[in-house]
């Protein structure tokens, strides 16, 4: 419902990726608990475009039955228990490095756009700051004490910082222009602040 609802809208992108980044990582088991998603009770990895390590394991158990090899295939289903976990594991680690790698590379060519002001949308609230995320995806930290000369109070509940005096207040999802302020892809880290006009 939230997806649905926020389609079409400022954000709808964000409230997509967050939705997904909630949903529980799929594992692999040794026995069949069918798939969520496809709403399948029977479900297998068989064929994949990048072909990952589960798939053949089911096209090796599926020859070694198939062709008459059943100490074969025992022997794979001795350890079925570990190699779903090793691979649970091993697809962890492959979308962590995934993710570093992506931020490294963002950073790396956001350094040409030092002093530029883009669009943005907060992707996330804290006490010390607002996080946006550009167009582009990546995503960038807008310290608070940057916000202005207002003391700006946390909202957990609602994720929002507003000022007190001022009334400015910032939420989740709110659109913004920011200006990129400095660079760092060793860390990686994107700095940036509010652009002039965006305070509300």
């Known amino acids: 419902q939230a997806v649905s609802a926020s389609r079409g809208r400022a954000e709808g992108e964000l409230v997509s990726s967050l939705v997904l980044r909630s949903m529980k990582r799929a594992v692999y088991r040794e026995k069949n608990c069918g798939h969520y998603g496809l709403a399948s009770a029977t479900y297998c990895h068989f064929t994949s475009p990048i072909r990952r390590y589960p798939d053949l394991m089911v096209h090796r158990m599926l020859k070694a039955e198939l062709f008459g090899r059943p100490e074969k295939f025992d022997q794979m289903t001795t350890n079925l228990g570990w190699i779903c976990e090793h691979s649970s594991g091993m697809e962890r680690e492959a979308d962590d490095a995934q993710r570093e790698s992506e931020e490294l590379k963002l950073a790396e060519y956001l350094q040409r756009f030092v002093g530029q002001s883009f669009s943005a949308i907060v992707s996330g609230v804290s006490q010390g700051g607002l996080y946006a995320r550009l167009e582009n995806t990546a995503e960038g930290f807008i310290p608070v004490r940057t916000l202005g000369d207002d003391y700006f109070s946390f909202d957990a ?22 200006v990129l302020f400095a660079v760092d892809p060793r860390v990686p880290q994107i700095n940036l602040r509010l652009a002039q006009g965006s305070r509300r």
């Open 157 to 178: 509940a609602r994720y929002t910082l507003t000022g007190e005096e001022t009334g400015a207040r910032y939420r989740l999802g709110q659109r913004i222009a920011v």
